[in-house]
């Protein structure tokens, strides 16, 4: 019954903007720190930003500066803020929420949205 929904990827010119949200079903982003990742074909999926279990963040050094990752608990919706895109920037880009309790564990994925930014 978990189901993370990703959207808002799209093409956009370098330097430009760009939105992401994660619609939650099923499990609390509240309470399960989230985060994004991206992955390009080839390459392994890296981490951008996430929340910490104390409700920190930390952002992948590539990013800093530039995005800046956000939550609506009420919503139940998480977001990822993109300013000055850059074309290495370009990958699809996946909501992510661990599950974690004493009897167990697990990675809940979106389906993904493409970012790509190019001139």
């Known amino acids: 019954q978990v189901q993370l929904v990703e959207s808002g990827g799209g093409l956009v010119q370098p330097g430009g903007s760009l939105r992401l949200s994660c619609a939650a079903s099923?499990?609390?982003?509240?309470?399960?720190?989230p985060g994004w990742y991206r992955q390009v074909p080839g390459k392994q999926r890296e981490l951008v930003a996430k929340?910490?279990?104390?409700?920190?963040?930390n952002y992948a050094d590539s990013v800093k500066g530039r995005f800046t990752i956000s939550r609506d608990n009420a919503k139940n919706m998480v977001y990822l803020q993109m300013n000055g895109l850059k074309p290495e920037d370009t990958a699809i880009y996946y909501c992510?929420?661990?599950?974690?309790?004493?009897?167990?564990?697990?990675?809940?994925w979106g389906q993904g949205t493409q970012v790509t930014v190019s001139s």
């Open positions: 992510n929420v661990h599950w974690s309790r004493s009897w167990g564990e697990s990675d809940y």
């Open positions: 929340f910490t279990s104390g409700g920190n963040t």
């Open positions: 099923g499990i609390s982003v509240s309470i399960y720190a």
